[in-house]
Structure formats: structure tokens, C-alpha cells
């Protein structure tokens, strides 16, 4: 739920008048400020010894009003209370920095094709469903929760409503309550796309637009530094626009301009509100992935790319379950992989943790491309049981979340015969057969999961003795040697640029010799620059 402050014990000057058994604890905790903030604010020496009928000042205008910020918003019902402001610093002003870099396009989320349609509905505009699922009082299918006909604030003991927790005026019904914020989300996205633009982002980004108008929910002040400062950051983060960067993104928002937290309804303590922004992007991403916006899950395949309809919620009786193929025991890995003190990992994929460099994106890109994600063997967002064993998995969340369902390893196309010191024994016969069925399944625009051998001991973890980790063929070019190559997403790193298939170093080349896919490099050092050998092709369904 969201934070606010009520309205009712204060004057027009944001002061408090101090009642019979109040203590200051109680008037910070009603106000979302701290006891070491009323006294310093009101020189008291003794927070102990406070009058019935004094008269305290409080932190500025946390109430929600917005009173402070830099281009308060006003809707039909006036200057409105918003849901949640715990911000009380005021906004920076516009970073100033622009990068032509529009990684908001390549995060895996497809495109809204009309914000504004986005915010229309009432309680079933899709932001009242998205947001709402973040403040839960939504769920991702269009339905309702307990707590959208009303509940009281545990933060301020005010009275919410609707799929967005509002508080404000104007509302004596939930849905009267999500019309008004939806035109409040409204009213801002202009000043939002504006700046994503400017920053060299794509407004339209699912996952972006929808995390501006998930803390606007939250706090105005914030989502204004959001994007006078953050946006232009995101532009030129190496991990591009992804859940990691806009938490950490939302969390530098509630900072002022000489880099202090003000989130006073969190004490100000960094940890909270970290994982509160956790917990709320997170939702935003459940909910986007149930509703279709990941890329290779619309709900209508009849729709290009980049144009999402705005779909129908759907009771729960009607919604698809889908069983997870279950994965023979070779498979499955048995424990993670220890840590160094130098931040890296001795387990089945030796990687540097605190792999952080940007990687430039190769100038030329491969004629036929599918739009898979990248995604991390290490995000446990998004991969049951991240860690050092877990690149089989990231390997095929990225082939679902492009279209393509990895089959059983019982289907696969076994290219390695054997493994020796100088490397393994290629099939020519099922390394071309792999090959024909790469390019047919790129041509459909689907990725292929694909096993490689990178080191020379036996490795007993899968089925064929021989593959040593997974990574995704997503691509088939020609460089300007004219030698036909395939990129691939590697999970191996939390590097995006490293990872991604827009890292030149990242791509198979046909061995001449042996028929087979190869990507050349050393035999040891991390796990994203060794020699990788196909050993194994794994079909999709």
C-alpha cells in the first residue's frame, strides 16, 4: 500500500496543533515524518516534554498536496491529495543530458501504441490494472482485491479507494476515485514523453511508461526527478532500461539534489524504501507479463510489433494455465556455486560479478534478428534457482518470452560425439542438420537454445556428458568478411552489454573443418570470452 498524510490535524500553514495524550512518536508516525525531525524542526531539547495545545511545525508539505513541487498538476477536482507522496524534498530541475541511446526498445517489452488509451477506461484502463496490481488492489487479470473498495492507510489512517489508492477529494466511489487519478496520469504523460525523448528513450516502452506512472501514483516529487534526472542516467546505464536499473532509479528519485534521502513515510532508511520499489516494480512486471506486453506474448498474434491492444480483463475461470515441462534429473542442477572475495565464482560458470564495464554494440547487425531478451542466469526475478547452474533456464526464459517453447532433451539434435584435450568430436551430418534447423526457426522469428562445451574436462551435470552451459541463438548475419555468423545471448554475466546479442564477441562462426558452430576465444578465464563449441541443439515445440 501506499503512504500518505491526512490532512485533517493540520493548518493552512502545515503546522500541528498538539492534543491531550499525544506524543511525538504518535505525531510522527500520523505525519509519515521522524521524532529526530519534529524536534529538530521545533528546537525541542526533550522529545518527552511536549504541551497539549502548542503548536508544531511540519516537514514540508509531505501531506501529498504536492504543494512544493516544481509543476503541480491540476485536475477537474482541483489541486487533489495524491496517493502516497513520502517525499519531502523538492525536484531538481532537468538533468540537461541527452544520449542517443533508446535502450527503453530493447528491454524485452513491447510498445504501447497509444498512452493515452493506456490511461482511459476508468477501472479498467489498463494503468489502473497495472498500478493497481503494484499497490494491491488489483490483480493482473482485471480483477479486484479486498482492499479496492476501501481500507484505511496504515501509514496515515486516511480513508483509500480504488485501484489506485486514492485519497483525495472529489471521489465517493472506487470508480469515481480511478477516473480521476486516470486523468491526473493523463495530464503528466506529455511532460514524460517529452523528457524520455529528450533522454533518447522510447516513451512508449511498456515497462517504462508504466514505471513514470507507478511512482507518479506514488509520489509526484519523485517521478518529477525521475525524469528530469533519471531518465537521462537510464539512457546510458550498460544494463539499459531493465528492472534492476529502474529500481535503482526510483530509489536516486527520492534523493535531493545534494544526493540526501528524503523519504520521510520510510524514516528516510534506504533499505525500506529499496525494498519497497522492489516489491512495487516487481508487480508492474507481473502484471505487464500477464497482460501481454512482453515481447512474444501478445495476446492477439494478428497484431504487429510494437502495437499491444488494449486488452479485456478476463475472469479467473477463463484464464489459461500452462503445466512447466518437467526436465530430466541430468538437468537439474544440484547446488549453486560459491563466491570469491574478488566477486567471482568458482562454480559451474566461473563469472565476475563485478563485471560492470560497457561493452559498445556491434555496428553491424544480422540481417534476420528475432526480438528475444536478454536475461541473467543471476536475476532471481526472473530465473527459478539463479545462480552458477542456472544458464539452462535463463536460456529457455528467453526463448519463452520470444515465442519459443524449448522441448524435452529427449528432441534434441546431439552434434558432439566426444570431448578430448583439444576439444570435441563434431557430427558433420547433425551439425548440418542443427544449422538448417537454426536458420528455419530464425526465419519463423524464434530463437534456438543452443548447449556449447567450453572447457576440456568431462562434464556429468547433462545429458550428454559434454555440454558445459546454454546460451540463445537469436540472429544469422554476414559480416564484411562475408563470413556467415550467429549472435547469441549469453546468461553467464549480469553485464547486459556482455551478455547481449549486440556484443560483437558473442557470435558463432562455421568451422570449416568439422561443420560445426564455434565461437573463438581462450579455453579458460570467465565463462563470456572462453571458446564456445555447439555440442548440442535443443528443438522447440
Not at 506 to 514: C, G, I, L, P, S
Amino acid at each position: 500500500m501506499t503512504v500518505r498524510n491526512s490532512t485533517s490535524s493540520r493548518d493552512t500553514s502545515n503546522n500541528y496543533r498538539i492534543r491531550e495524550r499525544d506524543t511525538l512518536s504518535k505525531i510522527a508516525a500520523r505525519n509519515n515524518t521522524t521524532v529526530d525531525e519534529l524536534a529538530r524542526l521545533n528546537n525541542i531539547a526533550d522529545p518527552n516534554k511536549i504541551r497539549a495545545g502548542a503548536t508544531l511545525k511540519l516537514p514540508s508539505a509531505t501531506d501529498g498536496f504536492d504543494r512544493t513541487a516544481a509543476n503541480p498538476t491540476q485536475t477537474t477536482a482541483g489541486t487533489r491529495q495524491t496517493p502516497g507522496d513520502t517525499f519531502d524534498a523538492g525536484t531538481t530541475a532537468a538533468a540537461g543530458l541527452t544520449s542517443p541511446n533508446a535502450s527503453g526498445t530493447n528491454n524485452g517489452y513491447r510498445n504501447i501504441q497509444d498512452l493515452g488509451a493506456f490511461t482511459r477506461g476508468g477501472s479498467n484502463s489498463e494503468a489502473a490494472i497495472v498500478v493497481g496490481t503494484s499497490e494491491g488492489n488489483r490483480r493482473p487479470d482485471g480483477g479486484f482485491t479486498s482492499s479496492y473498495g476501501g481500507h484505511t492507510d496504515p501509514g496515515n489512517a486516511a480513508h483509500n479507494r480504488g485501484s489506485f489508492s486514492y485519497q483525495g477529494q472529489g471521489a465517493s466511489t472506487p470508480q469515481q476515485a480511478d477516473q480521476i487519478w486516470n486523468r491526473e496520469l493523463t495530464n503528466v504523460t506529455p511532460r514524460y514523453e517529452a523528457a524520455a525523448r529528450a533522454a533518447g528513450l522510447d516513451p512508449n516502452n511498456a515497462l517504462l511508461a508504466s514505471t513514470y506512472f507507478d511512482l507518479h501514483t506514488q509520489s509526484p516529487r519523485a517521478a518529477q526527478n525521475f525524469i528530469n534526472r533519471e531518465l537521462p542516467k537510464l539512457a546510458q546505464d550498460p544494463r539499459g532500461v531493465t528492472r534492476e536499473s529502474l529500481i535503482d532509479a526510483r530509489v536516486n528519485a527520492y534523493r535531493n539534489d545534494q544526493g540526501v534521502l528524503r523519504a520521510a513515510g520510510f524514516n528516510h532508511s534506504e533499505s525500506r524504501l529499496r525494498a519497497d520499489q522492489t516489491r512495487r516494480e516487481t508487480a508492474l512486471v507481473t502484471a505487464l507479463d500477464a497482460r501481454g506486453y512482453r515481447s512474444g506474448t501478445t495476446q492477439n498474434d494478428a497484431v504487429p510489433q510494437g502495437q499491444v491492444p488494449v486488452p479485456t480483463p478476463r475472469p479467473a475461470s477463463e484464464r489459461p494455465t500452462v503445466a512447466p515441462t518437467p526436465r530430466p534429473a541430468s538437468e537439474r542442477p544440484t547446488t549453486a556455486g560459491t563466491t570469491t572475495g574478488a566477486g567471482t565464482t568458482n562454480g559451474a560458470t566461473p563469472t565476475n560479478l563485478n563485471d560492470t564495464e560497457r561493452v559498445a554494440a556491434s555496428t553491424d547487425r544480422a540481417a534476420v534478428q528475432t526480438r528475444t531478451p536478454w536475461i541473467s542466469q543471476y536475476d532471481a526475478s526472473q530465473v527459478e534457482r539463479a545462480g552458477d547452474k542456472a544458464c539452462f533456464r535463463a536460456a529457455t526464459a528467453m526463448a519463452r518470452q520470444a515465442g519459443a517453447n524449448v522441448t524435452d532433451v529427449s528432441q534434441r539434435i546431439q552434434v558432439a560425439t566426444g570431448e578430448g584435450p583439444n576439444g570435441i568430436t563434431v557430427n558433420r551430418q547433425a551439425a548440418e542438420r542443427g544449422r538448417n534447423y537454426i536458420d528455419q526457426q530464425l526465419a519463423a522469428g524464434k530463437p534456438v537454445v543452443v548447449g556449447v562445451n567450453h572447457r576440456s574436462d568431462r562434464n556429468v551435470g547433462n545429458a550428454d556428458g559434454i555440454t558445459d552451459h546454454f546460451v540463445v541463438i537469436t540472429g544469422r548475419g554476414v559480416d564484411q568478411q562475408g563470413r556467415t555468423y550467429y549472435t547469441f545471448n549469453d546468461p553467464a554475466t549480469r553485464n547486459q552489454s556482455r551478455g547481449a546479442d549486440t556484443n560483437a564477441n558473442n557470435r558463432f562462426y562455421v568451422d570449416e573443418n568439422t561443420g560445426g558452430l564455434t565461437r573463438p576465444g581462450p579455453r579458460n578465464g570467465y565463462v563470456v570470452g572462453r571458446q564456445f563449441d555447439v555440442s548440442m541443439v535443443r528443438p522447440n515445440a
